[in-house]
């Protein structure tokens, strides 16, 4: 308990409370219009699927292609049961999010056992076969999608998902478990040398990431009422693998900047026109050459010039005679 509050767990905390009020402030006060309060909270969504395809990709080293497939079963499984059986929303999207993960147990367990990029095959092609069952299935709206989801994700609690994600995934990392996962990425023959079940852990990492993947597919298909198979194709899984290449392959701190910086970016360029398909594109291309290894690679932000700000205790003070 004495470790929870020490300077830099209480920085993170103050930052979190003043990052979270500032942003509701301004929205409550209508500062900031529906349109950017939109583009903010698929922000804070983009995020949860950044740091989550980071712990598979980045800390584990297993390359997946196919977690706009998890999410795809997060929003429709929760939307349906949102719609049909009428259960509480949260409840609705963590039951999607435990179907995620069970498919990504059935799906992982075969195909982690290869090497090489068999994998990232298998995801990819897991994701295509997700889009076309769904497109077939009448009863989900097939091709044109399932429309009527009750709008129940607010930013509030896209924020909340969001920090309890970065908090779940950020203490798994820092565990045993992580440990294991970081040896498995550096040198998965030498790990299993000293004793470490490479299956179980690549499986934990997968299980975990799909989980979050349906998990924020569900607080998708909340927000924006309609979901639709060509929401969740191929191209979306390339585009959350950008976020983390983008960021820095094992940096948590990378996957959340880039994330949010990755969504607001095409928005800042559309008053641009045709020419933000060039700028776009063009910036990704001369991160790559100049600093191909994101823009944190595996390290983290530091802490300490806030924890300046606050004074340390003096130690030696002296009674005044």
Same mark, same amino acid.
């Given at each position: 308990?004495?470790?929870?509050?020490?300077?830099?767990?209480?920085?993170? $905390?103050?930052?979190? /409370?003043?990052?979270?009020?500032?942003?509701?402030?301004? =929205?409550? #006060?209508?500062?900031?219009?529906?349109?950017?309060?939109?583009?903010?909270?698929?922000?804070?969504?983009?995020?949860?699927?950044?740091?989550?395809?980071?712990?598979?990709?980045?800390?584990?080293?297993?390359?997946?292609?196919?977690?706009?497939?998890?999410?795809?079963?997060?929003?429709?499984?929760?939307?349906?049961?949102?719609?049909?059986?009428?259960?509480?929303?949260?409840? &609705?999207?963590? %039951?999607?999010?435990?179907? #995620?993960? %069970?498919?990504?147990? /059935?799906?992982?367990?075969?195909?982690?056992?290869?090497?090489?990029?068999?994998?990232?095959?298998?995801?990819?092609?897991?994701?295509?076969?997700?889009? %076309?069952? =769904?497109?077939?299935?009448?009863?989900?709206?097939?091709?044109?999608?399932?429309?009527?989801?009750?709008?129940?994700?607010?930013?509030?609690?896209?924020? $909340?998902?969001?920090?309890?994600?970065?908090?779940?995934?950020?203490?798994?990392?820092?565990?045993?478990?992580?440990?294991?996962?970081?040896?498995?990425?550096?040198?998965?023959?030498? #790990?299993?040398?000293?004793?470490?079940?490479?299956?179980?852990?690549?499986?934990?990492?997968?299980?975990?990431?799909?989980?979050?993947?349906?998990? #924020?597919?569900?607080?998708?298909?909340?927000?924006?009422?309609?979901?639709?198979?060509?929401?969740?194709?191929?191209?979306?899984?390339?585009?959350?693998?950008?976020?983390?290449?983008?960021?820095?392959?094992? &940096?948590?701190?990378?996957? $959340? %900047?880039?994330?949010?910086?990755?969504?607001?970016?095409?928005?800042?360029?559309?008053?641009?026109?045709?020419?933000?398909?060039?700028?776009?594109?063009?910036? /990704?291309?001369? /991160?790559?050459?100049?600093?191909?290894?994101?823009?944190?690679?595996?390290?983290?932000?530091?802490?300490?010039?806030?924890?300046?700000? $606050?004074?340390?205790?003096?130690?030696?003070?002296?009674?005044?005679?």
């Amino acid at each position: 308990m004495k470790n929870l509050f020490n300077k830099k767990n209480i920085c993170i $905390i103050v930052g979190v /409370l003043i990052t979270y009020g500032v942003l509701f402030g301004l =929205i409550s #006060a209508n500062v900031i219009n529906s349109y950017y309060k939109g583009i903010i909270t698929f922000a804070l969504i983009n995020v949860i699927l950044a740091v989550s395809l980071n712990l598979i990709v980045g800390f584990t080293g297993q390359l997946c292609l196919g977690h706009a497939g998890f999410m795809s079963i997060g929003a429709y499984v929760s939307a349906i049961i949102t719609q049909k059986a009428h259960m509480p929303f949260v409840a &609705s999207i963590l %039951i999607g999010a435990v179907v #995620a993960c %069970i498919l990504a147990a /059935l799906v992982g367990y075969p195909t982690l056992k290869l090497t090489g990029d068999y994998f990232a095959i298998t995801t990819l092609a897991f994701c295509q076969i997700i889009q %076309i069952v =769904i497109m077939n299935i009448d009863t989900v709206g097939g091709a044109r999608g399932l429309t009527g989801i009750p709008t129940k994700t607010t930013f509030t609690v896209a924020f $909340i998902f969001m920090i309890a994600s970065i908090v779940i995934i950020k203490n798994i990392i820092n565990s045993s478990q992580g440990r294991a996962m970081l040896s498995i990425r550096e040198n998965e023959i030498a #790990a299993e040398s000293m004793g470490i079940n490479a299956l179980k852990y690549k499986m934990m990492a997968f299980v975990i990431a799909a989980f979050f993947a349906g998990l #924020a597919g569900g607080l998708y298909a909340h927000y924006s009422g309609y979901i639709k198979p060509d929401l969740f194709d191929f191209n979306k899984s390339i585009d959350y693998l950008t976020f983390v290449v983008f960021g820095g392959m094992g &940096s948590l701190s990378g996957s $959340i %900047i880039s994330a949010i910086m990755l969504t607001f970016l095409p928005e800042l360029l559309r008053s641009m026109g045709d020419f933000r398909m060039v700028i776009y594109p063009l910036a /990704l291309i001369l /991160l790559m050459i100049f600093r191909p290894e994101g823009l944190f690679g595996d390290k983290e932000i530091s802490l300490k010039i806030f924890g300046k700000l $606050i004074p340390r205790k003096k130690s030696d003070d002296r009674e005044e005679a």
